[in-house]
């Protein structure tokens, strides 16, 4: 079996969510919810986050530079993403340095795929 892969993204299969649920445990929970219904805290919830547009859920306030990305979130937008926030996204208001390992990154993507639909 032959993997094609492109530039920024380690193919699929690579995040372990259990690892990826430690990581959100201790870098995102303390403003993050997950499950649908639970209320926004500092940041916005993600439960049906894969799928959603930036800047559209309701109730949460969020910067104009979150609301005009416009970009629709997947695998390859939130690697991107987690790895610098500010960067991805200037003038977001999420205080978050980023997570700067690709294997991090994946974990915690793989966690958020079975965790938010």
Sequence with gaps: MRLTMNK???PAFTGDAKKGANLFKTRCAQCHTLGEGEGNKIGPNLHGLFGR????????????????KAI???????????????KYIPGTKMAF?????????????????????
Excluded: M
């Design 8 to 10: 920024h993204l380690q």
């Design 53 to 68: 547009q930036t800047g559209a859920v309701e109730g949460y306030a969020y910067t104009d530079a979150n609301k005009q």
């Design 72 to 86: 629709t979130w997947n695998e390859e937008t939130l690697f991107e993403y987690l790895e610098n926030p500010k």
């Design 97 to 117: 340095g980023g997570l700067k390992k690709d294997k991090d990154r994946n974990d915690l993507i793989q966690h958020l795929k079975e965790s938010t639909a």
